[in-house]
Structures are given as structure tokens and as C-alpha cells.
């Protein structure tokens, strides 16, 4: 039985270790997206949208369809942010903070996706055929 067991913890430890290394990963390009969109795009839309800016939106969803799919995978790795069985306070805390992650992340890629960048899609077209 205590070798079940230290198997066991052996297993969700790694599972955490994978979990930890995915969040960072997301953490980075999230901050770098977070950056693109307040120095580049969110200036050019600020003055009203220029041709130009069809380049900066295209980056801009595809790489919410990128976190989309981290999104995904976290919630695979998380089993939809549940918090395993017998989890301390710390751990549920992840795990709530994760469930928020994800849905402030779904939020985000909506309000932009759907409503900020149709507004300067004329514009957009404008610039290249």
C-alpha cells in the first residue's frame, strides 16, 4: 500500500511540475501580447484606425487562437481547474485562480475578436486587396 501510494504522489507531483511549466509558458506570451496590443495596436485604433492597422489585428487573432489552445491544454492538465481530492487550501487557490484565467482569457479574445476589431475592419480593408 505505501508503495501505491508513493507512486501516486510521485505522479501528481509531475503532473504539477507540467502544470507549473505550462502556466509560465502562457504567463510569457501573454505578457508579450499584453505588450504588442498597448504600444502598437491599441494607439493605432486610438487615432481613429490607419490601413496599416489590418497587420497588427491579424497578429492580434491569430495569436489568441494560439492562446485558445494553451487555454485549452491547461484545462486538460488542470481537469477543468478541479482541484484534486484532498486538496489543501494553496491548491484550491490555483485552481480557482486558473478557472478565473480562463475565464477573463475567453473574455478578452471575445471582446476583441468580435466586437473592438470588426469596428476597424473598413479601415483594414482599405489598405491591401
Request: charged content about 25%; aromatic content about 4%; some cysteine.
Amino acid at each position: 500500500m505505501a508503495h501505491k501510494d508513493r507512486r501516486a504522489a510521485k505522479t501528481h507531483a509531475e503532473c504539477h511540475r507540467t502544470q507549473a511549466a505550462h502556466l509560465e509558458a502562457m504567463e510569457a506570451e501573454l505578457l508579450e501580447h499584453m505588450e504588442k496590443e498597448e504600444t502598437v495596436l491599441f494607439p493605432m485604433l486610438k487615432a481613429g484606425g490607419t490601413p496599416m492597422v489590418r497587420h497588427p489585428m491579424g497578429v492580434m487573432r491569430d495569436e489568441h487562437t494560439r492562446h485558445g489552445e494553451q487555454l485549452e491544454r491547461l484545462m486538460t492538465l488542470s481537469h477543468d481547474a478541479t482541484p484534486p481530492f484532498g486538496a489543501c487550501n494553496t491548491w484550491r487557490a490555483l485552481y480557482a485562480g486558473i478557472a478565473q484565467l480562463s475565464d477573463d482569457l475567453i473574455n478578452h479574445i471575445h471582446l476583441e475578436n468580435n466586437l473592438l476589431f470588426p469596428q476597424f475592419e473598413p479601415q483594414a480593408a482599405a489598405c491591401c486587396p
